[in-house]
């Protein structure tokens, strides 16, 4: 009769899991849904700071 009960506890065990799992699967992003990231960019390095360039003549 223990053995039946241990069967019965691994079967909800794994439905739960599966129950986990579908619910995780449903938060993640959805396929043909544009992404925010773009893929294979990795990651920049910032840009360079351009200076401004200098004006010319007399300031006096």
């Known amino acids: 009769m223990l053995d039946v009960v241990y069967l ?8 739960l899991v599966a129950l986990i799992a579908q ?9 043909g ?6 893929p294979g960019r ?3 390095p910032p ?5 401004a360039p200098e004006r010319g003549g007399d300031s006096a």
């Open 33 to 38: 849904a544009p992404s925010a990231r773009t």
């Open 8 to 15: 019965v506890a691994i079967l909800a065990l794994f439905a």
């Open 23 to 31: 619910g995780v699967e449903k938060l993640g992003p959805q396929p």
């Open 47 to 51: 840009a360079a700071p351009t200076a």
């Open 42 to 44: 990795g990651a920049q």
